[in-house]
Structure formats: C-alpha cells, structure tokens
C-alpha cells in the first residue's frame, strides 16, 4: 500500500468490505487522519476494532464506547488512567493490561499481585517498578503446566534462558543412512546428491565419507526420487 496515499482514497479503503483491505490499512498507516481512525475504531469486525485500538490513540469522544466494547476494553485500558474498577474486572485480559499499565498506581499493583490469574500475577512480577522482594514473592506463586508456558511466563519477565543446543547427530555409515532413508519411504537418486554437493562444495568430502559402492558412483542404480521427496510412481 503507498503511504502517500490522500486522505479521501483512504477513507475509501477504510471503508472497503474486504477486512484484510482495511486491515491493512491500519498496519500501513499509523499515522492515518483522523477520519480514517474513527472509522476503522468503529468498524463492524470487532477484530479490525480492536487492532485499531492497539494501533491508534482513540479520540477522548470514543474512549467509553470503546471500553464498554467487550472487543476492545482490554486494548483500551492502554489509553485511561488505571482505576480500581479496571483492576476488578471479571475478564482477565482486561487485568493482565491494567497490571502492564505504565502508570499503574502502588495500591493496584499490590492488588494485582495477588490476582487468581497467574498471567496476571506474572505482569506484576514483569513491571520494571515492582519491588524485589514482591517480584519474588509473586513468582513463588506461578505454577504453570508445562516447560513451555513457564518459558513464555519467563519470557515477558526477562528472565528467561534459551534451552542448550541439540546434541550433534552421530555420524551414520552409507548403509545406515540407507537404512533410514527405506524406513521412511525415502529414496534418493544419485542425481540430485551429486548435484547438491557440487553445489555446496563438499562432494569429495562426502565421497570419502561414503566410499565404495555409494550413491555417488556413476554405476548407482538407486531408485529415482520424485519432487519433494517421495519415490516417483514405479519405482517399485
């Protein structure tokens, strides 16, 4: 999309049926008219609403509409003053975004840290102003059902740790690696080896890794391979 374009033809494409135009529009253009965002904060598609909140800063005129919206309260929370209203909501979307506020008060923050939802709780803990010792106590609380959703947690508190390399696999002998290859239903032409190492410039290497009757021998007679690596019909 130009990003040039005038406000008139704008507005058109805020407006255009297709949803994916129009959400292109906000991905394009951030720092759209304000004609173009009040159409795209009130659209009919409550996801083109709520990307549209996480985009722009609403107009003070939409802010209530736009968090009395079940689509886009939790976006909106971004752009008010953090109340205890707020920090009480029953959807925890809209408690995760009042504990990630930036202006988030100390008494709704001790709030918060005590919340029944444990990503909640782990916003707390993620806040750059958030005492140490409640930073503690608040991750002593987060028990998280699996690896994965305790690395994410930790994560978007900074404290995460990038699991250790795979080990380096073991180096396989011509027979092994055609072992492998028949339990998978794989085969390899000889062609396309060839053409591979030459390329990449390691065919004597892997000659003198696979000696004798390898692939790579002009005499092979491995069944030939189709695209994308199935054996091609008739190949038995």
Not at 60 to 65: E, G, H, N, S
Request: with cysteine; charged share 25%.
């Amino acid at each position: 999309m130009n990003d040039h374009l005038p406000t008139e033809l704008l507005a058109l494409l805020a407006s255009d049926p297709e949803s994916s135009v129009r959400s292109s529009v906000i991905q394009r253009c951030r720092d759209a008219p304000e004609e173009v965002r009040r159409t795209l904060l009130t659209d009919p598609d409550p996801d083109i609403r709520r990307s549209s909140v996480r985009t722009f800063a609403p107009p003070p005129d939409l802010l209530p509409r736009l968090l009395a919206d079940p689509a886009t309260r939790a976006a909106a929370v971004a752009h008010v003053v953090p109340t205890p209203e707020l920090a009480g909501d029953p959807d925890s979307d809209v408690r995760e975004a009042v504990a990630a506020h930036p202006d988030l008060p100390p008494g709704l923050r001790d709030l918060l840290a005590e919340d029944q939802d444990f990503v909640v709780r782990n916003a707390i803990a993620a806040r750059k102003d958030t005492p140490p010792a409640l930073r503690e106590q608040v991750v002593a609380t987060l028990k998280p059902d699996s690896p994965l959703a305790e690395w994410l947690l930790s994560f978007s508190r900074g404290t995460h740790t990038c699991p250790a390399p795979a080990p380096v696999p073991p180096h396989r002998t011509r027979q092994q690696a055609e072992a492998l290859l028949a339990q998978a239903g794989l085969w390899i032409d000889a062609r396309y080896l060839r053409a591979a190492a030459d390329y990449c410039g390691v065919y004597r290497v892997l000659t003198t890794a696979m000696p004798g009757s390898s692939p790579f021998t002009s005499g092979s007679q491995a069944p030939p391979i189709a695209r994308g690596g199935r054996r091609s019909p008739g190949s038995g």
